[in-house]
């Protein structure tokens, strides 16, 4: 069945001159027209006249928006104060704020605040209205589906959000094939999914219902749109790769107004950029397809949590596990993550594919026979769980309840669908304020014998300070090859590719939202917190000084953002962001071209160069042997 494509073609009118251009020269060029963001105190304000003209071109769907705890700061023992602080929990609920994001600030770098204006898109055509509007009256734009962004990029005071969380539809094929591509490709199943939809209900269309599978993100509540923009990963990317990867065509409305159908036959420029270069930086993603693969048999889990008696006993547990790893989960069955403790702890949370409960307890019984050997030194702080599902029940609302009641929550919310479940190990995710976080991609080198000892000794000495996260389905070192060069082909930084994991460290607190009553955050704590941080990520950086890090779960801080982000994909990404968007439109920070603004996104940056600094890599002018 085919997705009404209402809104789907192209506008008239001709790509920016810069299109023209060798796309790496156009990476050279200062973008053009650039003139600052007006805010609400500016004389170029809109009028109020002006906003009802958007108001009547957007079907009456603009809105102004508040906090979801406005209400407390006027009277914080109301009942619509209790009402909203009674759902501070809830993913969806706070999904369904446009005042509100999923986290709700970071340290010493943002605060959730909402924006000004809202379009509540239904359509491809409000957004197309949003974004003229923004651009001719200068206006600051923020784009939100899910609100998961971690660095702030989906809200921004005084701005005009662009809120797609109501174009949710999903719909399946049997044989899609990309506009263009006739003739070219393969007819294949895919799913095409609206850029506001949410992985827990593509995955219960995709695999509840239809019994497929999709490759999109581990966390349930994380928007469509914003996962493939930054690459994505899922539980299952081991097996699968990047959720960009997947992606077969897009519709994406660019800064013009115009709506593009982007593919591998149509736009590939475009198409290349989606696939990982950052979301909210290219322009507004509103309908994307991605293929869908068939389903294994099973799904499952391995828990356990194992305490070393003392510093040495848990330096020899690090390096055991990673012999354990190279030896026997470093394939495409495993993915998910382990974490090394400071209080002497390492504890598993994987997951398998493909697998039955006997072969996954086969393939851990080395390590824990290694470990019930010396008793004295180690004990199990939680008994092994290690088990399998089939897979078509893996996001099976009733079916979790039923058979796994711990594992989910539940939108209690009255009216709330019931597929509105998500995992309670991602409960602290939910309105956190966050004091750090960084990562670092781990090639696989440092799995060999020479290297492991290396490895083993820099994770003990970071958890002197932190704990530290190792997420393997986030490296796709060991995938099969057809994942590897699927990735290949997409904008995020090839260290992926070589990657046995992502190294995550990170801290935060409660949800801090700016009208929360007496809900401070405790600043004192947490640059405590992020100096801890800092330090185990130096421990780490000692072995892997220049490697990548993941754009949607890395530092707010980081200097060499380019590099570490997108590495000599860099380069690429401005050339297509100066084709698309040569005024700047869109900014996010540490987006592509948010060099040439302030970090708040509102005054074009005098000076700055356009040239990244890309170590390990060539230049753009030597790319093209300029002096």
């Known amino acids: 069945m085919k997705m009404n494509r209402r809104g789907l073609l192209q506008r008239a009118g001709a790509l920016p001159l810069l299109a023209l251009l060798n796309p790496f020269r156009a990476a050279l060029v200062r973008p053009a027209a650039v003139v600052p963001r007006v805010r609400p105190s500016d004389r170029a304000w809109p009028s109020p006249a002006q906003w009802g003209t958007l108001n009547r071109d957007v079907g009456g769907r603009l809105i102004s928006v508040q906090s979801p705890f406005a209400a407390c700061a006027s009277a914080p023992n109301g009942a619509a104060c209790r009402d909203a602080i009674q759902e501070l929990h809830n993913p969806y609920f706070l999904g ?48 939100k589906g899910g609100g998961h962004s971690y660095q702030g990029t989906s809200n921004a005071a005084d701005s005009l959000l662009i809120w797609t969380r109501a174009m949710n539809r999903i719909v399946l094929h049997d044989a899609f094939v990309a506009q263009g591509c006739a003739g070219v490709a393969t007819p294949q199943p895919a799913v095409t999914v609206g850029a506001g939809a949410l992985w827990m209900h593509v995955y219960e269309a995709v695999t509840t219902q239809a019994g497929r599978y999709v490759q999109g993100g581990g966390c349930a509540t994380v928007g469509v749109a914003g996962l493939i923009h930054s690459g994505g990963f899922g539980s299952f990317s081991k097996n699968y790769g990047l959720a960009a990867a997947g992606l077969l065509e897009a519709e994406i409305v660019t800064a013009d107004g115009a709506a593009r159908i982007a593919n591998a036959c149509t736009n590939p420029d475009l198409f290349w950029g989606i696939k990982g270069g950052g979301g909210g930086s290219l322009g507004v993603i509103t309908a994307l397809t991605l293929k869908t693969h068939d389903l294994p048999s099973d799904f499952g889990v391995a828990f356990m949590t ?97 058979h796994a ?119 004192a704590a947490g640059r405590r917190d992020a100096l801890a941080i800092r330090e185990a990520m130096g421990q780490l950086r000692e072995v892997v000084p220049d490697t990548g890090s993941y754009v949607s779960e890395s530092n707010f801080f980081a200097r060499d953002w380019q590099r570490a ?46 040239r990244p600094t890309i170590r390990g890599s060539r230049t753009v002018d030597q790319l093209h042997g300029d002096g």
């Open 306 to 402: 194992i305490r070393a008696a003392s510093d040495t006993a848990f330096r020899r547990l690090i390096g055991e596990f990673i012999r354990v790893y190279r030896d026997r989960l470093f394939n495409p069955h495993w993915g998910e993550s382990v974490a090394l403790r400071p209080n002497n702890t390492l504890a598993v949370s994987m997951v398998s594919h493909g697998l039955s409960a006997p072969q996954s307890q086969d393939a851990w019984r080395p390590f824990l026979d290694w470990v019930a050997a010396s008793p004295q030194e180690f004990t199990l702080a939680s008994a092994p769980v290690i088990a399998s599902i089939p897979a078509q029940h893996w996001w099976d609302a009733d079916y979790l309840r039923a």
């Open 96 to 143: 369904d704020q446009p005042g509100a994001t999923q986290t709700s600030g970071w340290l010493d770098a943002w605060t959730s605040t909402p924006s000004t204006y809202a379009v509540a898109a239904s359509d491809t055509a409000d957004v197309a209205a949003a974004v003229n509007f923004a651009r001719e009256h200068h206006l600051r734009l923020v784009i």
């Open 565 to 610: 982000f997108w590495g000599a994909n860099y380069p690429r990404l401005q050339a297509v962001k100066a084709t698309y968007d040569p005024a700047g439109l869109f900014f996010v920070h540490h987006g592509v071209g948010s060099e040439h603004w302030s970090a708040d996104g509102f005054t074009p940056v005098a000076g700055r160069s356009s």
């Open 405 to 523: 009641p711990g594992a989910v929550k539940t939108d209690d919310r009255p009216g709330a669908p019931n597929r509105n479940v998500w995992w309670a190990g991602d409960q602290g995710q939910v309105g956190w304020f966050l004091h750090g976080f960084d990562s670092a991609w781990l090639p696989a080198s440092l799995l060999d014998p020479p290297q492991r000892e290396r490895l083993a000794d820099a994770l003990f000495a970071a958890t002197r300070y932190w704990s530290v996260e190792l997420h393997f389905n986030k490296g796709l070192a060991g995938a099969p090859p057809e994942a590897v060069a699927a990735a290949r082909d997409a904008a995020t930084n090839p260290a992926v590719l070589t990657a046995f994991a992502l190294a995550i460290i990170a801290g935060a607190g409660p949800p801090a939202f700016p009208d929360l009553p007496g809900r401070p955050p405790d600043l």
